[in-house]
């Protein structure tokens, strides 16, 4: 059976750090994979997706960035964090019918 | 632009009486919707679906209904159970256009059921 992986499960950071979230997938190959943040008060927001290694789209402008450097690994990353970058990161994977969508645990991310 | 709404941020039932969550959307392309249900602390889990050529979906106490017309569809919990209390996500996306770049979801309704 499929599974995923997302560590850690909680993070504080301080403003200007870097970041780094990694995403595995176990028991598929050539998935989908989607990084979701929720964030105090708002909805899941689509951050990025790929459909494949090196195929990053990204959703909306911001301070992250993303890479699958293999078939089955997703990282979530960013330079110098921002206080807005607070907020419930989700990895999600999707295959066959892509608009059913598998999430990981998620990462409590908390920029002081 | 929020494109799927949910109106409602918190609903409170009482054990054994029927949950009903809304969801509204504004884009007319969306023909494949689902509902997610989220525990704190956890990711979402997949609840029901269902697809725009259809109007009703039904699995156990979970029912979803979609009113095309209206851009509106419903999510009936019934009877409601403790374990049924959690965040409940609204989702949708457009299934006709491959579906690989994500779902949009609602901002979320927390149900609560009262003993």
């Known amino acids: 059976s499929q599974t995923i992986h997302q560590w850690p499960a909680t993070l504080v950071q301080p403003v200007g750090s870097p970041l780094s979230l990694e995403c595995t997938v176990e028991?598929?190959?050539?998935?989908?994979l989607y990084w979701y943040r929720q964030a105090a008060g708002r909805g899941l927001q689509l951050l990025f997706y790929?459909?494949?290694?090196?195929?990053i789209s990204s959703e909306v402008p911001q301070n992250l960035s993303a890479s699958r450097p293999q078939d089955r690994q997703f990282i979530l990353s960013s330079k110098k964090l921002l206080l807005s970058d607070s907020g419930f990161y989700l990895c999600a994977w999707s295959q066959g019918t892509p608009e059913k969508l598998f999430f990981g645990s998620g990462t409590q991310l908390s920029v002081l | 632009d929020q494109q799927v709404k949910q109106n409602s941020p918190s609903l409170s039932v009482q054990e054994g009486r029927i949950s009903i969550l809304n969801c509204d959307y504004t884009n007319s392309m969306f023909d494949y919707f689902l509902w997610y249900k989220k525990y704190p602390a956890e990711g979402p889990t997949f609840l029901i679906s269902?697809?725009?050529?259809?109007d009703k979906n039904e699995d156990g106490r979970f029912t979803v209904f979609l009113n095309k017309s209206a851009k509106h569809l419903s999510l009936h919990i019934v009877p409601s159970q403790p374990g049924d209390s959690a965040v409940y996500f609204c989702a949708a996306s457009v299934r006709s256009g491959g579906g690989a770049d994500g779902l949009t979801f609602g901002k979320g309704t927390h149900l609560i059921i009262q003993p």
């Open positions: 028991g598929t190959s050539n998935p989908n």
């Open positions: 790929s459909i494949g290694i090196d195929q």
């Open positions: 269902i697809s725009s050529i259809k």
